[in-house]
């Protein structure tokens, strides 16, 4: 199915509302949750998480939601999370993806990182403009999600002394996975320029499997 026709699936509202919640989870979703959070029948979300399925735009398996196993555990249920594959659409066509990761390998080979994330600190400078850099994480969430970043708060563990913003996509993901070092730099420099350096938050480097590199997290200064 092409992009187009895929992202189209979507313009059914309560289809729409339970691709929404799946993918703000970050983990696997069962056809219950997904029915129940989103206020509709079991059946009716059943039928359009498969519809979402068949267009590609999720991903579903079986587990067991109990998490026993053996005898009298029950029957592994269908579970449901986001494809990692990516859906563009352009009309006419654009191919900015390859432009992208020629540019990333000519200035990977030409060592030009630092003059990279110096061009992105100022791009962050300039999209935050004359304001104010965000007094909170909470204030840092919306205007990381406004960009695409899917942000959501991990608070603070044991090995983690303050509750940090973490997200759960990357918007320069397909360069990021060929040019790590390099984009990863640049992306954290973008924050570092939107957030400010001095601000009451600050962006750090601090990568997972199948999420962004950088984490915001509150400034040492306001911590004090």
Known sequence: ????????????????????????????????????????????????????TEAGLLESGSRRL?????????????????????????????????AAELLAEAAEEAGLDAELCAAARRRGEALRGSESPDSSLEEAMETLAARGYEPH?????????????????CPFHAAAER?????????????EGLFGQAGPVRARMDARPGECCVVLEPSKSNED
């Open 153 to 169: 708060l991990e608070d603070a563990s044991a090995g983690q002394a303050a509750p940090v913003v973490r997200m759960r996509n």
């Open 1 to 52: 199915m092409k992009d187009i026709d895929a992202i189209a699936v979507l313009q059914e509202p309560v289809r729409r509302r339970l691709y929404d919640y799946v993918t703000a989870q970050g983990r696997e979703v069962g056809r219950n949750e997904a029915a129940e959070a989103v206020g509709v029948a079991r059946t009716l979300a059943a039928h359009h998480l498969d519809r979402l």
């Open 66 to 98: 109990t998490g026993r196993s053996g005898p009298g555990a029950g029957r592994p249920a269908k579970v449901y999370t986001r494809a990692p594959a990516e859906l563009a659409v352009s009309l006419p066509a654009r191919d900015y993806r390859t």
């Open 179 to 191: 040019f790590p070092p390099l984009v990863c730099g640049m992306n954290l420099a973008l924050l």
